[in-house]
């Protein structure tokens, strides 16, 4: 029985939950982090000794000396874009190469994922999922068809197999009539990016983690994306292409169940969404854009409008089910300082219909709202629960009860002081 444990840090909605914030405040108390699924679709960003990062394939524990960072074998990964990350950590003076281990089981996206990508949105057409354009789907898709490329197919006659990858992509691409598009730049940064990843340790993370769990290390496996975007519990086909969800840390690095801790999960305390697909709660008027702009609620990857709503208890009970949280985060409380009234969707209706469970399809349903009073305080400034308005004591109050969750931790900015623990 390994004598460690895999804590897991979620987002439980759709994403931009503020996650790389809160691994930069948990990490000191992890050996390791990793990541378990997803590739340059996140956009986790930190802010550290002042500098601004946004760390897309890399774990957010590699500003931490002695701390080992794992992209693991549920990831893909893109080399040019790896390589564009990691040479900027690089020249902020952080030495990855101690820190970071890559899986060999990870898989490969490829220049021709990316033009497949939009090739398949194209042929959408008004049905669009609004991808990121990583190639992120395109490249889980042929994982499953077991024709994909891994990092471990780089350390042996590696060009061979990508050539005839490629030209298969080519030959989908000429069936689609999907034809203007040149790879020729994308390309040769590409394959730069395949040799600068040769001079990282690749490596059977899988066997790492779990001699790293029978020595009673702490690990942290940090999500990406979130439950509602989850390839099987997601508002499919509105969702990524990964397991995000808290079976996804096993499957994505061979981990065991039972070496499951605690599973935090991240919300705000209101919600948004990237690219398309039903959101219920989605507010079209004032309140949304004030909300977008006090949250500057713009996507970290691709800088699109995130769509804005009010919390979602639906969504959020729902999520924590899936999961198996254990604990709570609450983010961005204090962009609904200046709201006079607060809202929160305790369940959908449709038709006459009421539900407070999860629909199979959600669109088309409508929230039924319970109003709070806001609390109209400047919560930015406060450092302890004790200060929290009496208002704001309420809404948290409240959804604890609706989830029977504990919310330990509050975030009322983005510095890392601006992080309240509360007490059980
Ligand atoms: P893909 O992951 O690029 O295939 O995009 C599928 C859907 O997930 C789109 O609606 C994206 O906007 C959304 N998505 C992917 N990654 C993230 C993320 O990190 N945050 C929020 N939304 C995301």
Not at 262 to 288: C, H, M, N, Q, W
Request: glycine share 10%.
């Amino acid at each position: 029985m390994a004598k460690g444990k895999v804590d897991a840090l979620l987002g439980i909605v759709f994403g931009d939950e503020g996650k790389g914030k809160v691994v930069d405040v948990f990490t000191p108390k992890y050996d390791i982090v990793a990541r378990f699924a997803g590739g340059p679709n996140a956009g986790h960003t930190i802010i550290f000794d002042g500098k601004k990062f946004v760390l897309r394939s890399i774990p957010s524990g590699i500003f931490d000396e002695g701390k080992l960072n794992i992209i693991g074998n549920g990831c893909v990964i893109a080399p040019d874009l790896f390589m564009a990350e990691a040479q900027e950590l690089e020249a902020a003076g952080y030495d990855l190469h101690s820190r970071l281990h890559i899986s060999r089981r990870a898989h490969l996206i490829l220049p021709t994922h990316r033009v497949l990508d939009r090739a398949y949105e194209a042929a959408k057409g008004a049905a669009r999922v609004g991808t990121t354009g990583k190639g992120i789907g395109p490249a889980y898709s042929e994982k499953a068809s077991r024709t994909g490329l891994r990092v471990g197919d780089i350390e042996n006659d590696f060009l061979p197999k990508y050539e005839a990858l490629k030209a298969r992509h080519l030959q989908i691409l000429r069936d689609l009539s999907y034809t203007d598009f040149d790879i020729t730049e994308d390309e040769k940064l590409w394959l730069q990016g395949v040799e600068y990843m040769r001079q990282f340790t690749l490596a059977d993370t899988e066997i790492e983690l779990n001699s790293a769990l029978a020595q009673g290390k702490h690990i942290l496996a940090e999500g990406a994306q979130g439950t509602l975007l989850d390839i099987d519990h997601g508002t499919y086909p509105f969702v990524s292409s990964s397991s995000t969800v808290c079976g996804g840390v096993c499957t994505g690095l061979g981990v065991p169940p039972t070496a499951i801790g605690e599973v935090f999960g991240i919300f705000k305390a209101y919600s948004t969404r990237v690219g398309s697909g039903p959101f219920p709660v989605e507010l079209f008027d004032e309140t949304g854009d004030r909300i977008r702009q006090i949250g500057h609620e713009y996507g970290a990857v691709t800088g699109r409008n995130r769509r804005c709503g009010w919390l979602d208890l639906v969504a959020l009970r729902y999520a924590i089910a899936i999961n198996g949280v254990t604990q709570l985060i609450m983010m961005k409380g204090d962009v609904l300082d200046d709201f006079p009234t607060v809202r929160v969707c305790v369940a959908y209706q449709k038709d006459g219909q009421v539900t407070t469970d999860m629909p199979y399809d959600t669109e088309g349903w409508a929230p039924v709202y319970r109003d709070f009073p806001g609390w109209q305080a400047d919560l930015t400034r406060l450092s302890s629960e004790k200060d929290f308005p009496e208002a704001f004591n309420r809404y948290i109050a409240f959804i604890e009860q609706e989830t029977h969750t504990p919310i330990t931790i509050v975030s009322v900015g983005p510095d890392r002081a601006q992080t309240i623990q509360r007490t059980r």
